[in-house]
């Protein structure tokens, strides 16, 4: 599967923005997805994923509360709503596929996913 990010850009501190990831190749509804982040001179981070029928989701604490997934099968397009967006959120953000094997299982480390996309970048100014 081949994945595509877009939506990123330039935001002021408490701002939204909402990332979005399409697909294209093998049928969508067979991966979990994912939303991870990298800052520069950090290690990419997990933000959070959703379960192929989009009925669960899992987030990193750090977002909790402020970022929402979703995802549209029949556009095969996962989103990432980002709202009261800080400073510290700044980063490439990438959307990953998980060909699961257990339909319960989200995985949160990166070294699980099949496939990335080329990442969006998103700078949040104070």
């Known amino acids: 599967v081949q994945l595509q990010a877009s939506g990123g850009g330039l935001v002021q501190a408490g701002g939204s923005l909402r990332l979005s990831c399409a697909a294209s190749?093998?049928?969508?509804?067979?991966?979990?997805m994912g939303w991870f982040r990298q800052a520069p001179g950090k290690e990419r981070e997990f933000v959070g994923a959703?379960?192929?029928?989009?009925?669960?989701?899992v987030y990193a604490d750090s977002v909790k509360d402020r970022f929402t997934i979703s995802r549209d099968n029949a556009k095969n397009t996962v989103y990432l709503q980002m709202s009261g967006l800080k400073p510290e959120d700044t980063a490439v953000y990438y959307c990953?596929?998980?060909?699961?094997?257990?339909?319960?299982?989200?995985?949160?480390?990166?070294?699980?996913?099949?496939?990335w996309g080329q990442g969006t970048q998103v700078t949040v100014s104070s």
């Open positions: 990953a596929a998980y060909n699961f094997v257990n339909a319960y299982y989200l995985p949160k480390t990166s070294d699980l996913y099949d496939y």
């Open positions: 190749g093998r049928t969508f509804s067979s991966y979990h």
């Open positions: 959703i379960r192929w029928s989009g009925g669960s989701t």
